[in-house]
Nanobody, 133 residues
Framework: QVQLVESGGGSVQAGGSLRLSCAAS????????LGWFRQAPGKEREGVAG????????YYVDSVKGRFTISQDNAKNTVYLQMNSLKPEDTAIYYC??????????????????????????WGQGTQVTVSS
């Protein structure tokens, strides 16, 4: 059974930093898509950052490029989201998500390229990030 446990949310002023962690367990193999999604009140869920765990290929939504960094520690089965230069519009509940590669991703070699759009099969419980101006 796959489990994702997030930690690291909190409140910070604009311009500050936070680091989110997602500890993953229960995968049958090591090559998956892991990443972070967020949902602000009244808005749709948005894919923020994803990583292909088999090769550390990363993807970001345009609004966080240059500010957020996703990384992994394979020894700890943990994925991190380092968030710098936070803005009030980054305020949301952040969810860790995971899925296997799609057949198309395997065929094309574009590992996890659609993950931020399609979402995960497995989800964490969410952690609140609040950025004040």
């Amino acid at each position: 059974q796959v489990q994702l446990v997030e930690s690291g949310g909190g409140s910070v002023q604009a311009g500050g930093s936070l680091r989110l962690s997602c500890a993953a367990s229960g995968f049958t193999h090591s090559r998956n898509c892991l990443g972070w999604f967020r949902q602000a009140p009244g808005k749709e869920r948005e894919g923020v950052a994803g990583i292909y765990t088999g090769g550390s290929i990363t993807y970001y939504v345009d609004s966080v490029k240059g500010r957020f960094t996703i990384s992994q520690d394979n020894a700890k089965n943990t994925v991190y989201l380092q968030m710098n230069s936070l803005k009030p519009e980054d305020t949301a509940i952040y969810y860790c998500a995971a899925s296997a590669l799609t057949d198309e991703e395997k065929r094309s070699g574009g590992y996890c390229y659609s993950f931020l759009r399609r979402g995960g099969l497995y989800w964490g419980q969410g952690t609140q990030v609040t950025v004040s101006s």
